[in-house]
């Protein structure tokens, strides 16, 4: 990645030496301390083969325990730390940048407790999201977020990232889902926070803090969240608009329209569109072929299937009578509703597989959001792909650049443009991905000195050798 070829590695840090390996085997069991090449090969690099770490270690810590002990080991000889859950972070963030030893969470993957009653949950952070969610759907409910991440991201990983995802219009975000956690901070100890309770005002409530912190001021070990019943009736629409102005308009008739109901609202352009059909295997387009630029996801979700539907149907019907929308499908089964989300789910994989990306997840005002990609189409010309897509009902951009390999003529026409931009427009530059390494140096666009400043002052005092995800948040400077 260009982003971080001028990144040196700091010398405080020690190098592994044979009686490091000896107190881990010692400690977890020689099968849990991973040397193998292959092994560190796949841990060392992330989901997008843009960030390259040469880690050559890997620890599979089974408890908070040995979580505790780890730390405290590498605290007191001052090796630097990495926490790792699914590695499918998007902004380099979950891979070492130098020779960082890899804490991997994926052995601690115990569901500890759920409570039907209050719909609250207890879990190992190493859990699954989508064994979390099959977990659930035995007992009737569901997890409040959802991601095309799923079948690998873990919960540890997700509340680390804030992650935001596809039906964070309803349910909000984890700082109000999340109830509790236990994290282990650098030093080694082990600190509770793991409440089940919804209100609890007992002075200042430090689990937010280690909420899309990524690794940089604890370990985070075990979870408490609420997650919401499973309602009978869930629709989904896939909607044509011929122009952005009108997507814009679609989401404000369906808060008012849709209500309570409404749970998702995603959009896609056509180019993003293009990719899905081009690189997905088996997906195909619902609606009947014709030149559209806009496409949108509508999901409802609600207790009573008769009105639902009756709901979704008089405003498609309302809408399309406004002008709104110019062509749309209600996927009529479960497998529809699948194949429906699998388009809009599957656009990051199908960028994958076109070549190298450029991404940017940004929040910026929804009537502003789509002249960035207009500007950004007219900076690049045809030398690249500008795709836009993303979570249109919470403001949120995903702008990808796509191009067949990473090219620094392109770079810089993007950045530091694209920053600017959101930054002039009191946008933000991390919606939901994170900082990581990609936007360390970056995070002034959207944070002013000061926070900036209180941000480092408490790294300091938690992790005050800071060996926990070094180069990542917080830039050089601080
Ligand atoms: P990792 O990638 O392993 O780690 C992410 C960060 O958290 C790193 O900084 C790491 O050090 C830290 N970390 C991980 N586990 C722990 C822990 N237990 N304690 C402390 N720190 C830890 N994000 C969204 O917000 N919304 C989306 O819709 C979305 N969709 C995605 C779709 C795809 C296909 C992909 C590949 C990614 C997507 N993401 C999305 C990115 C998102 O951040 C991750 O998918 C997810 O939240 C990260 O979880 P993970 O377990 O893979 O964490
Ligand atoms: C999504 O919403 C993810 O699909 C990934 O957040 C976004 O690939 C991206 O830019
Ligand atoms: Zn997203």
């Given at each position: ?175 109000g889902n999340v109830l509790g956690l236990e994290t282990v901070l650098a030093t080694g100890d082990v ?81 993003a569109m293009d990719l899905a059909l081009n690189h997905l295997e088996g997906v195909r387009n619902p ?124 770079f810089t026409q993007i950045e530091p443009f694209v920053y600017e931009w959101t930054s002039k427009n ?53």
């Open positions: 990645g260009t982003e971080s070829t001028m990144l040196k590695r700091n010398p405080k840090f020690s190098t592994l030496n044979d009686d490091d390996i000896r107190y881990f085997k010692e400690l977890l069991g020689e099968k849990n301390v991973v040397q193998d090449e292959d092994a560190l090969a796949a841990v060392n690099t992330d989901w997008m083969h843009k960030y390259r770490g040469s880690s050559k270690l890997m620890l599979q810590p089974r408890n908070a325990n040995e979580v505790s002990l780890i730390l405290k080991y590498c605290n007191s000889r001052c090796l630097a730390v990495v926490p790792q859950g699914g590695n499918t972070g998007l902004v380099g963030g979950s891979v070492p940048v130098f020779d960082e030893v890899i804490v991997s969470l994926g052995a601690m993957n115990n569901i500890i407790s759920f409570d039907k009653v209050s719909g609250i949950l207890v879990c190992e952070a190493g859990c699954i999201l989508e064994s979390l969610v099959n977990f659930l759907d035995q007992q009737g409910f569901i997890m409040p977020l959802d991601l095309g991440a799923k079948g690998s991201c873990q919960i540890g990983g997700n509340v680390s990232t804030n992650a935001g995802g596809l039906r964070l219009l309803l349910y909000g975000s984890l700082h600190l509770d926070m793991l409440g089940t309770l919804r209100k609890d005002n007992t002075g200042y409530d430090l689990k937010h803090l280690f909420i899309g912190s990524e690794g940089s001021l604890g370990i985070v070990t075990k979870v408490s969240i609420l997650t919401p019943p499973k309602l009978p009736s869930v629709n989904v629409a896939f909607l044509a608009c011929h122009d952005y102005s009108s997507c814009q308009k679609l989401l404000f008739e369906a808060k008012l329209k849709l209500g309570e109901i409404l749970s998702a609202f995603e959009f896609l352009d056509e180019q609606l009947p072929p014709s030149l559209h630029n806009f496409y949108v996801l509508i999901e409802t979700t609600g207790s009573h299937e008769t009105y639902d539907k009756e709901k979704l149907e008089a405003f498609l019907v309302y809408s399309m009578e406004l002008g709104l929308i110019s062509d749309g499908v209600v996927a009529q089964d479960l497998q529809q509703a699948s194949s429906v989300w699998r388009i809009r789910e599957g656009i990051p994989e199908a960028l994958m597989k076109a070549g190298a990306v450029y991404k940017y997840d940004l929040s910026i005002p929804v009537e502003k959001m789509y002249d960035l990609v207009d500007e950004m189409r007219n900076r690049l010309g045809s030398s690249a792909r500008v795709v836009g897509y993303g979570h249109l009902g919470d403001g949120n951009l995903h702008l990808n650049i796509s191009c067949p390999q990473y090219d620094d003529k392109v009191r946008g933000s530059i991390s919606a939901e991905h994170g900082v990581g390494l990609m936007k360390a140096e970056k995070i002034f666009y959207s944070k002013s000195p000061g926070a900036v400043q209180l941000m480092a002052s408490i790294k300091n005092l938690l992790d005050p050798n800071g060996i926990l995800n070094p180069y990542k948040v917080l830039p050089r400077s601080s």
